[in-house]
């Protein structure tokens, strides 16, 4: 779908994750990614990669915004929008860290056109393992 035909919520996600694209640091893979969450409280944060000489140490945008609003104590996401220049979708690592926090969220992915996908986590992340296999003490 195109950008215009999503709620104008969803629209301002794009837009902010759109906006933190253009903060990413990733002279290595040269690949930016922006991203920006809304918390069920209504509060929004973004996040951009982060790549380091080291490889192994880059961040996604994904969890840069997960990990941001955690830390600020808000962890219930409504939903994730994703923008890189091809509409990618997230890895599998931020899979799994946006599903740890919200296995309903809802995952925008758009690419610098205008064009939108939208899925689910639990789409995007089908059986997953979370919270909830793990033994209560
Ligand atoms: N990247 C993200 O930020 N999010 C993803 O979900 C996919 C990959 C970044 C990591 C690295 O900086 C670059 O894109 C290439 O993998």
């Known amino acids: 779908m195109r950008v215009d035909q999503l709620s104008k919520h969803d629209q301002e996600l794009i837009t902010l ?36 000489a080291l490889y192994p140490l880059c961040t996604c945008a994904e969890r840069t915004a997960v990990v941001k609003a955690v830390s600020e104590g808000q962890s219930e996401i409504e939903a994730v929008a994703v923008v890189t220049g091809n509409g990618g979708s997230p890895c599998g690592s931020c899979r799994q860290v946006i599903y740890e926090f919200s296995p309903t969220a809802r995952v925008l992915m758009g690419d610098l056109e205008g064009n939108v996908r939208q899925m689910l986590i639990t789409e995007l992340l089908p059986d997953a393992f979370g919270p909830q296999d793990l033994p209560i003490e």
């Open 17 to 52: 994750a759109r906006a933190a694209r253009e903060r990413a640091y990733a002279p290595y893979s040269k690949y930016k990614v922006g991203a920006a969450l809304r918390t069920r409280g209504g509060q929004v944060f973004t996040g951009c990669n982060v790549e380091n």
